[in-house]
């Protein structure tokens, strides 16, 4: 064979050179892969955690306990709610005369000045059976009267009055649970936006209060002195 140049000898080992630095270098790499194993952190970690819980149900409403139905609060005060059923059971009787005994009720005998009279209404049904009867505040009527001058009535500025008819147990004696507050000024159905309506006059002075409801009056005013 004819004898080949350096250039060409050159070229040659130039080729085994990079080929064998090519096998060193993917050597190298496998090595190191298996070392270090980078992936590691990747596949070895812990999962992200993700609730195995199922979520909370949607709170359910409590369940409400049956309302009982009241009048709408006016001048004229609360109808008892201590005793009497507000549902008229069938076969009982509208309440007579002869059996409800109305009385008025005040939570003092005297009032200083600037006191404000708290007025209620007490209902007893005397009679041997249970009646029904109108305890709405349509019918709810308190009086103050000094001698044979009206000074004021719960009427006169009463604002959405209702009825309800509720049914009083025999022998049962219930009183309005919220009072009605007089303020001590003469009421009419003409003054009832004024501030400046007439004050009742003070010192010793004596006022009577009656009561009505349901049809019924109070047999007897109970006295109060303002000072």
């Avoid at 009267?145 to 049962?172: F, H, K």
Wanted: charged share 15%; aromatic share 4%.
């Amino acid at each position: 064979m004819p004898r080949q140049s350096a250039a060409v000898y050159r070229r040659r080992r130039l080729v085994t050179l990079v080929a064998l630095i090519v096998v060193l270098a993917v050597v190298g790499v496998s090595v190191w892969l298996v070392i270090a194993r980078p992936w590691a952190a990747a596949t070895e970690a812990s999962p992200v955690p993700t609730s195995s819980s199922t979520p909370d149900p949607a709170p359910t409403p409590a369940q409400s306990e049956p309302l009982t139905p009241t009048p709408e609060q006016t001048q004229a005060g609360e109808t008892p709610t201590d005793g009497p059923s507000v549902e008229e059971s069938p076969g009982i009787v509208a309440c007579q005369v002869g059996d409800i005994e109305v009385t008025a009720i005040t939570d003092a005998e005297s009032y200083p000045a600037g006191v404000l009279p708290n007025l209620s209404i007490s209902l007893t049904n005397r009679g041997s059976a249970d009646c029904t009867i109108d305890v709405g505040s349509t019918t709810q009527r308190f009086t103050v009267s000094s001698g044979d001058d009206v000074w004021w009535r719960s009427s006169d500025c009463q604002e959405n009055p209702s009825s309800m008819i509720a049914t009083l147990a025999a022998g049962a004696t219930v009183t309005s649970k919220v009072p009605v507050v007089w303020d001590r000024t003469r009421s009419s159905v003409d003054t009832c936006a004024q501030e400046n309506r007439p004050r009742a006059p003070g010192g010793g002075s004596s006022y009577h209060v009656s009561v009505e409801i349901g049809g019924f009056p109070a047999a007897t005013t109970a006295q109060i002195l303002l000072y």
